[in-house]
C-alpha cells in the first residue's frame, strides 16, 4: 500500500505555552555627578576623553554601565522591592541607540527565591525588545524564555524604568 501525503493539508506549527509568567519593574538612576545617594547605575568605562558622569555623544556609543537596580511589582519607584536587577549594559551601536545587556534579577521576596538571568541585545528605539532568558536559580532553577522589555518611563539621562514581561517556556 502507498501512503501519499499532500501539501493540501499543512502542518500545524506547535503553539508554545509559557508554564510560568511574570511582570515585573526595574528603576535605573544613572550616577550624573550630584546624585551619588539616589544612584542605582554607574557608567565604568567611556570612549577615550569622555567624562564618567555623562553619557557619551553619538548614541552614547562606547559607554560600559553597570547597576545595582530595585525590581518592583508596579511601575513605582517607591513601592517596596521584591529583589535588586544586578547587571551591566553596553552602548554598541554607532548609528542608533542600542544596547547589549548581560544581567540577572535577584528575587528575595515571600513570593520568589532565586535568579532570572537574561542576555541579549536591546534595540532601543523599538516600543518592545525581546531578549533571552538563559537560565536561573531557586524557584526559578534552569528555566528559560523570553522577556519582553518595555520603557515605561524615561527622564532625561538620568531616570529610566523598564517594564519586563517574563514568559517562562521552560520550567523545572
Known amino acids: 500500500m502507498l501512503l501519499v501525503v499532500s501539501s493540501a493539508y499543512p502542518f ?12 515585573l519593574y526595574f528603576h535605573d538612576i544613572i550616577y550624573n555627578g550630584h546624585n551619588k545617594e539616589n544612584a542605582t547605575s554607574a557608567i565604568v568605562a567611556a570612549p577615550q576623553g569622555a567624562n564618567l558622569t555623562i553619557l557619551a555623544d553619538q548614541f552614547h556609543f562606547g559607554n560600559i554601565a553597570v547597576f545595582d537596580d530595585p525590581i518592583t511589582l508596579d511601575n513605582n519607584l517607591h513601592s517596596k522591592p521584591v529583589g535588586r536587577a544586578q547587571g551591566m549594559y553596553l552602548y554598541d551601536t554607532k548609528n542608533t541607540y542600542t544596547a547589549w545587556l ?17 542576555i541579549g541585545a536591546d534595540p532601543l528605539m ?15 532553577f534552569m528555566h528559560r524564555g523570553i522577556a519582553t522589555l518595555m520603557t515605561d ?8 524604568r523598564l517594564k519586563v514581561d517574563i514568559k517562562f517556556y521552560e520550567c523545572w
Not at 548581560?102 to 537574561?118: A, C, E, K, M, R
Not at 523599538?126 to 526559578?140: A, L
Open 12 to 23: 500545524k506549527k506547535k503553539q508554545y505555552k509559557p508554564c510560568k509568567h511574570l511582570v
Open 102 to 118: 548581560g544581567f540577572s534579577f535577584v528575587l528575595n521576596s515571600t513570593d520568589y527565591q532565586g535568579t532570572i538571568n537574561f
Open 126 to 140: 523599538q516600543k518592545t525588545r525581546d531578549i533571552s532568558v538563559v537560565g536561573g536559580t531557586g524557584d526559578f
Open 153 to 160: 518611563s524615561l527622564e532625561g539621562e538620568v531616570y529610566f
